[in-house]
T-cell receptor, first 109, second 115 residues
C-alpha cells in the first residue's frame, strides 16, 4: 500500500463544475502539500497546510489530521484548471517529500 | 525571475552517453532536493543537500548517478552511461530550513529522453 494515495486518478469535468480531489496518507506528518503540474512538467505549490482549511481564489484545501485525509476543491472549474494535482507529505523528522501519483484533471468548455 | 531554475529543460541522448543537469535554487535557500518523475507517477526522492553537504541519497540513486553542490549554491546531477530506464523528468526543489514547514519550491524540471 502506498503511503500517499490519491483519488480519483483521472477526472473529467465540464466548465463550471465543482471538483473534489482526495488524498489519504498513512504516515505521521507536520504538513501536507498540494501541488499542480501542467503539461511540460513544472510543479507549482498550491497549498501547504497542517490543519483546518485554506482558500486561495477558487481553490480550497482541507485537512483532517485525525483521519489522515485531505481534500482539494475547485469551485467554478475552468479549462485552464486542467492539470495534474499531486499531494505530498514530508517523511517524519525530515522534509523529504513522499508524493501521491497525482490526479489528472481535464475541464472541458 | 527569482524562482528555481533548471537547465536544460529538455535533453535527448543516446544510450551510453553521459548527461549533466543543473539546478539554481532560490538564492537564500540552503536546502536543495533532486526528485525523479517517470511517466504517470508522482515524483520520487533522489537526494538532498544542506548547503554543500549531501545529507542523504535514495537507493534509487545508482552508482551511475552523482550529485554535487560545490559552493552551496547551484547543484549538478550527472548520469553516466545512460540507460533507457533513466528517461524521466528530473525535478529540483529548494527550501529554507527554519521557514514555515520548510516549504519546497520546485523548478520547471529537465525532461531526459534516452534513445
Amino acid at each position: 500500500k502506498n503511503e500517499v494515495e490519491q483519488s480519483p486518478q483521472n477526472l473529467t469535468a465540464q466548465e463550471g463544475e465543482f471538483i473534489t480531489i482526495n488524498c489519504s496518507y498513512s504516515v505521521g506528518i507536520s504538513a501536507l502539500h498540494w501541488l499542480q503540474q501542467h503539461p511540460g512538467g513544472g510543479i507549482v505549490s498550491l497549498f501547504m497546510l497542517s490543519s483546518g482549511k485554506k482558500k486561495h481564489g477558487r481553490l480550497i484545501a482541507t485537512i483532517n489530521i485525525q483521519e489522515k485525509h485531505s481534500s482539494l476543491h475547485i469551485t467554478a472549474s475552468h479549462p485552464r484548471d486542467s492539470a495534474v494535482y499531486i499531494c505530498a507529505v514530508p517523511i517524519r523528522n525530515t522534509d523529504k517529500l513522499i508524493f501521491g501519483t497525482g490526479t489528472r484533471l481535464q475541464v472541458f468548455p | 525571475d527569482t524562482g528555481v531554475s533548471q537547465n536544460p529543460r529538455h535533453k535527448i541522448t543516446k544510450r551510453g552517453q553521459n548527461v549533466t543537469f543543473r539546478c539554481d535554487p532560490i538564492s537564500e535557500h540552503n536546502r536543495l532536493y533532486w526528485y525523479r518523475q517517470t511517466l504517470g507517477q508522482g515524483p520520487e526522492f533522489l537526494t538532498y543537500f544542506q548547503n554543500e553537504a549531501q545529507l542523504e541519497k535514495s537507493r534509487l540513486l545508482s552508482d551511475r548517478f552523482s550529485a554535487e553542490r560545490p559552493k552551496g549554491s547551484f547543484s549538478t546531477l550527472e548520469i553516466q552511461r545512460t540507460e533507457q530506464g533513466d528517461s524521466a523528468m528530473y525535478l529540483c526543489a529548494s527550501s529554507l530550513v527554519g521557514a514555515v514547514y520548510n516549504e519546497q519550491f520546485f523548478g520547471p524540471g529537465t525532461r531526459l529522453t534516452v534513445l
